[in-house]
């Protein structure tokens, strides 16, 4: 069911690659609620994926931008304003990649220059995506930016990687330019921490099979499945969050405030055999 919430409302919607993709299903759902908004995604992802599909669906647009480069990210925006002839109201920042995760590299043994890859790619660029949207005055007053991240960045879970540094800096990024863009434009930043999600980069961590059983185990609502994320990625993007800013918000079930459940501890005790 539609309900109207972005209705009038532009946006660009990054990272959606295929229907797997957390940004996929967002980018559905907000051209269900009534939004218009261009894609964008990296070269090298648009060769791999199928986001002309997605487009065409959403009569939408596929600029390709590296949003780590800030002339390509500042053509992504004049298109933007260009096209809806003004500013825009939100912006889905989905992007995240660590070479040395693809790579299987265990934390301790890091290869520097991945690990600068890593931030770069995952966290630097919303730093970049801000300060260009800012630069050019790009966003209307009350618009909204998410970003999404994993509970990693403030928990261990073992695979993740360096994925978790570049977590951990995305949230502080949301923080601290989220009080300079609310102070001066009211513009509001926000992370959504979902559930573990079997996309085409959540399939890459190590044991995330095992991963997404013990987190549907510990998590009293079970995982937040993609759909779900993005249903609640567009009301961050509509009018009824406008006093939301500077927060990480989970979205995981319940996880992130567990310690252990029963379902995860009657499997703890099939496979154990406790000693007097």
Known sequence: MAYNLLKGK???IFGALNDQSIAWKVAEKAHEEGAEFIL??????LRMGDIQTLADK???IVVPADATNLDDLQAVFETAMERFGGKIDFILHSIGM??????GIPYDQLNYANFLKTLDISALSLHKMLQVARNLDVLNTWGSVVSLTYVASQRTLVG???MADAKALL???TRSFGYIYGRDKKVRINTVSQSPTMTTAGSGIKGMGSLLDFS??????????AEECANFCITLFSDLTRKITMQNIFHDGGFSSMGMSARAMDRY????VFED
């Not at 660590?98 to 790579?103: A, D, E, G, H, L």
């Not at 185990?217 to 937040?224: D, E, F, H, Q």
């Not at 005790?269 to 154990?272: F, K, L, S």
């Open 160 to 162: 993740y990687g360096d």
């Open 58 to 60: 959403c009569d939408s």
């Open 216 to 225: 549907e185990r510990m998590s009293p609502l079970g995982n937040a499945t």
């Open 98 to 103: 660590s070479p040395n995760v693809r790579k």
């Open 10 to 12: 532009k946006g660009i």
């Open 269 to 272: 005790e099939q496979g154990v």
């Open 40 to 45: 964008s995604n990296a070269p090298a992802a």
């Open 171 to 173: 949230e502080s990024v």
